[in-house]
C-alpha cells in the first residue's frame, strides 16, 4: 500500500547520476582521491527509482548497495567516469553531477611503482582532468535538463551561480562544505537549489530528504519550461 501511495512523478523517465569519488593514480598502488562517500548520489538514484524513473549510476569506488533495478557502471578515474558519461548521455532525459570528481591528474604516470631509495624529495606534477558536467552541459540536448553541484567554503550562492551560467547547467545543488552535518561522510546535508529564476535555501536534512526535495524542484522547473 506504501508504494501505491507513493509519488510516481517519474515514470517514464531515464535519469543518469554520477557519484562518488575519483582515483588518480600515481603509479600502479597509489592514488589521489577524496572523501566523498557517494551517499548522495546512491540516495538521488534510489528517490529516482521509487518515483518511476529507470537510473543509471556512474560510480567512482563506493561502499554501498542498493537497489538491483538501478544499474551500476563502475569507474575509477575521472577519465573514465568522462568517457562513460560521454558515450551513454543522450540516452537519458535529467541528468545529476553529484561526483566528486578529482580536478587534478599527475601529468605522469610511473608504469612500476615509484621506489624510496631513488628519490630524497618527490615532486608530483598535476594536470587538469575533463569537466564532466560542462561537457554534458555544452553538448545538452533539448529534451535533456543538467543538474550540478557545487561544493563552496565561501560565496556559496555567488560562485555556484558563476557555475550554473559557465556549465550550462539548468539546476546548481551549491552546499557549504564546511557548515557542520553538510558535504563529505555525513548522513545529513545543508543545500540552496539554484536555477535561473530562483534560489531555495534548505534546512538541514537527511541525504534521502534532500534527493527528495531536488525532484520535487527539477519537477517543478520541467513543468515551467
Ligand atoms: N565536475 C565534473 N567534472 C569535473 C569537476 C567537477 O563533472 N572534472 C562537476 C561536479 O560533479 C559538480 C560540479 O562539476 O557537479 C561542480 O564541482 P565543484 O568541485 O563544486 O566545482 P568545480 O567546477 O570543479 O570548481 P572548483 O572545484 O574550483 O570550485
Ligand atoms: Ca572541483
Do not use: H
Not at 80 to 92: A, F, G, N, R, T
Not at 100 to 129: C, G, T, W, Y
Amino acid at each position: 500500500i506504501e508504494r501505491l501511495l507513493e509519488k510516481k512523478d517519474l515514470d517514464g523517465k531515464r535519469v543518469l547520476i554520477t557519484a562518488g569519488p575519483t582515483r588518480e593514480y600515481l603509479d600502479p598502488v597509489r592514488f589521489i582521491s577524496n572523501r566523498s562517500s557517494g551517499k548522495m548520489g546512491f540516495a538521488l538514484a534510489e528517490e529516482a527509482y521509487k518515483r518511476g524513473a529507470k537510473v543509471t549510476l556512474v560510480s567512482g569506488p563506493v561502499n554501498i548497495q542498493t537497489y538491483a533495478d538501478i544499474e551500476i557502471v563502475n569507474v575509477e578515474t575521472a577519465y573514465e567516469m568522462y568517457e562513460e558519461v560521454k558515450s551513454i548521455k543522450d540516452k537519458y532525459d535529467i541528468l545529476i553531477f553529484s561526483a566528486a570528481v578529482a580536478d587534478f591528474k599527475p601529468k605522469n604516470f610511473r608504469e612500476s611503482k615509484i621506489k624510496k631509495e631513488q628519490e630524497q624529495e618527490l615532486q608530483i606534477e598535476l594536470q587538469k582532468n575533463p569537466d564532466i558536467l560542462k561537457y554534458a552541459g555544452e553538448t545538452k540536448k533539448d529534451w535533456q535538463i543538467v543538474v550540478g553541484f557545487s561544493a563552496e567554503t565561501e560565496n556559496l550562492i555567488e560562485n555556484s551561480k558563476k557555475k550554473l551560467y559557465e556549465k550550462n547547467a539548468d539546476l546548481i545543488v551549491a552546499n557549504n562544505v564546511l557548515q557542520e552535518g553538510a558535504g563529505f561522510n555525513v548522513d545529513t546535508n545543508i543545500v540552496t537549489l539554484i536555477s535561473k529564476e530562483k534560489v531555495l535555501e534548505l534546512p538541514k536534512l537527511s541525504k534521502e530528504e534532500v534527493a527528495g526535495r531536488i525532484f520535487d524542484f527539477i519537477v517543478d522547473y520541467l513543468c515551467r519550461r
